[in-house]
């Protein structure tokens, strides 16, 4: 199919994928550290781990922006996931910071947020089969 003058590509930048993908990468970081967190419950002295809301973390930079150095931008692993830091619980007479109570609803959370990216995905999917049949 031959482009047409000053019309933009249909296919070129699907960023509905790359949200849904975005969104279901960092729901499955979620769900490990709160896993990690239940399971370190009766630990002495650990602290609880948590990332910031995917909202926060994956606002795209501005074009001009660019990372002049490894982790530059928001805080970034390699895999574009952000690094996990201590939650500030109150913290036992044995030094533990973890709750249980916050690690289900964390974890809840991170299954609900989880179930919604593959859905978009899923439904993105369907709308652009739809699209390329004729």
Not at 33 to 51: F, V
Not at 52 to 61: L, Q
Not at 107 to 117: D, I, T
């Amino acid at each position: 199919m031959k482009p047409i003058e000053g019309e933009a590509p249909m296919f070129k930048d699907l960023g509905v994928f790359q949200t849904a993908m975005a969104l279901a990468r960092h729901s499955g970081l979620r769900q490990a550290l709160t896993a990690q967190n239940i399971a370190n419950a009766d630990t002495p002295g650990y602290r609880a781990l948590e990332i910031p809301d995917f909202a926060d973390t994956f606002r795209r930079p501005s074009a001009d922006q660019r990372a002049t150095r490894e982790r530059h931008l928001n805080g970034l692993r390699e895999d574009g996931l952000p690094e996990p830091t201590f939650r500030r619980n109150s913290v036992d007479p044995n030094g533990n910071a973890v709750s249980l109570e916050d690690e289900m609803v964390a974890a809840v959370e991170a299954s609900r947020k989880h179930g919604r990216a593959l859905s978009v995905y899923r439904s993105s999917l369907n709308i652009l089969r739809a699209s390329l049949a004729r």
